[in-house]
């Protein structure tokens, strides 16, 4: 059975920064694509950044890209996503998902493309 657990979510103020982790069980980690997305109130979830099975070529949402950092550890079954100069738009509930098939040669944005995901962890950012 496939678990993804989110960590590492707070209350920061404008500009901080944080580092969340999702660790992954259950399945051949190192073989799968991960994603990062998020959602806000309101609002639909939306992919935040992905990083192949072997790290190569992460890509990241325009409204992220040069902040925030995707990155993975295949040792400890983790991903990792490095957030800093935050803003305010970026609070929402942060999912990561694994897509399980196994080396996909492109890592996938939409949310259709990923089959497990964890339980959110939450990130409030505070003007």
């Known amino acids: 059975q496939v678990q993804l657990v989110e960590s590492g979510g707070g209350l920061v103020q404008a500009g901080g920064s944080l580092r969340l982790s999702c660790v992954a069980s259950?399945?051949?980690?190192?073989?799968?694509?991960m994603g990062w997305f998020r959602q806000a109130p309101g609002k639909e979830r939306e992919f935040v950044a992905n990083i192949k099975w072997n790290s190569i070529s992460p890509s990241y949402a325009s409204s992220v890209k040069g902040r925030f950092t995707i990155s993975r550890d295949n040792a400890k079954n983790t991903v990792y996503l490095e957030m800093i100069s935050l803003r305010p738009e970026d609070t929402a509930v942060y999912y990561c998902?694994?897509?399980?098939?196994?080396?996909?040669?492109?890592?996938?944005?939409?949310?259709?493309?990923?089959?497990?995901w964890g339980q959110g962890t939450q990130v409030t950012v505070s003007s």
């Open positions: 998902a694994a897509d399980v098939r196994r080396y996909r040669i492109v890592a996938a944005t939409a949310l259709s493309e990923y089959d497990s």
């Open positions: 259950g399945l051949p980690f190192s073989m799968y694509n």
